[in-house]
């Protein structure tokens, strides 16, 4: 396991750093960041000054080594709107997003992993259509245009819930006020992931009933319920895992316009003001946050197929 893991570490290197060369070549084709600070009260002059301040007039491989060299001592650059570390903003922002990702993660398998066990134990049955039809729903529905709607009920209609931020304004929050908060972005979130999570789950399930196995333990009578969870929900583990180490990426994806929305205070609404005002150090900063990501929900949910299934080796 250990020699694996190292393995997987050392791969991933190359790719990272294949992953922040192509983002920076993007963003330098996307145009210098000053060119927002042009207009009729900053001279040419100022802004060629700043240019060569923040080494901008440098050629792009150039520009890339310079943040490279400087990441690896622990430094990921300053904003160039706020002029705050990189690092400092992002670990800032972390906190909230993780909380809202891991609550949405936690509860769209609340809803999914029944929800898809039954579908399957049911096939065909209208209680199955019914699942089936609200995970088609669910997956469907675009994340802004549900926000949207829950907003338009919850806040401006039944007046209940809180629309926007992490806490209310001039109080000291707390869990229960956090919490209110919390409601409308996860239930967007876990909408759509349980609603792709459920036609995966049901899949798997059904794939697994009809094993030869399975039907010599019904034969001998053990009982629904153990040939259900202890025999084929526990084979079913695999590709539930790869399910779950999907939606982390894809959470990543989803925050940033949800937590835009609804105004949470996270990576994803900082992300937002940095690709609007051209901040490109920020976005870099988000960008290999992101990746790492990414890379370690490969590497763990690789690591978790050999629990759940002791037949699988990493060696």
């Keep these: 396991m250990t020699k694996y ?3 997987r570490i ?3 290197i190359p790719v990272l750093i294949g992953i922040t060369i192509i983002d920076y070549a993007i963003m330098c084709l996307a145009g210098s960041p000053l060119e927002m600070l042009k207009g009729p009260r900053v001279s040419e002059a100022a802004v060629e000054a700043k240019k060569i301040a923040m080494g901008l007039d440098k050629p792009f491989y150039i520009q890339y080594f310079v943040w490279l060299s400087q990441l690896l001592h622990g430094n990921m650059g300053y904003s160039v709107k706020s002029y705050q570390p990189v690092l400092e903003m992002i670990r800032s922002h972390l906190g909230p997003t993780l909380l809202l990702m891991g609550v949405s993660l936690v509860v769209s398998l609340i809803l999914a992993v029944p929800a898809g066990i039954y579908s399957a134990i049911h096939q065909y049955s209208k ?5 089936v039809t609200a995970s088609f729903l669910g997956s469907s529905i675009p ?3 549900l926000s949207l709607l829950l907003i338009y ?3 401006i209609k039944l007046k209940l819930l809180p629309s926007s931020g992490m806490i209310t304004l001039g109080t000291k929050g707390g869990a229960a006020d956090v919490a209110k908060h919390m409601v409308m972005p996860v239930i967007v979130l876990a909408t759509s992931m349980a609603g792709s999570n459920i036609r995966y789950i049901r899949s798997a399930v059904l794939e697994i009933l009809q094993q030869d196995y399975l039907r010599t333990a019904r034969a001998k009578g053990i009982g629904r319920f153990r040939v259900i969870y202890k025999h084929a929900l526990r084979n079913a583990l695999v590709p539930i895992v790869t399910v779950i180490g999907m939606e982390i990426p894809m959470l990543f994806g989803g925050a940033v316009i949800i937590e835009q929305v609804f105004s949470w205070p996270g990576l994803g609404l900082m992300t937002m003001s940095a690709i609007i005002g051209r901040d490109y150090p920020v976005i ?3 960008c290999l946050l ?5 890379l370690i929900a490969n590497l763990v949910t690789d690591i978790l197929y050999a629990l759940v299934d002791p037949t699988i080796s990493l060696d």
């Design 5 to 7: 893991i190292i393995k």
């Design 10 to 12: 050392l791969i991933a």
């Design 127 to 131: 209680g199955d259509y019914a699942v």
């Design 143 to 145: 994340g802004f245009f």
């Design 153 to 155: 009920i919850f806040t």
């Design 284 to 286: 870099m900063g988000v």
């Design 290 to 294: 992101s990746a790492v990501v990414v």
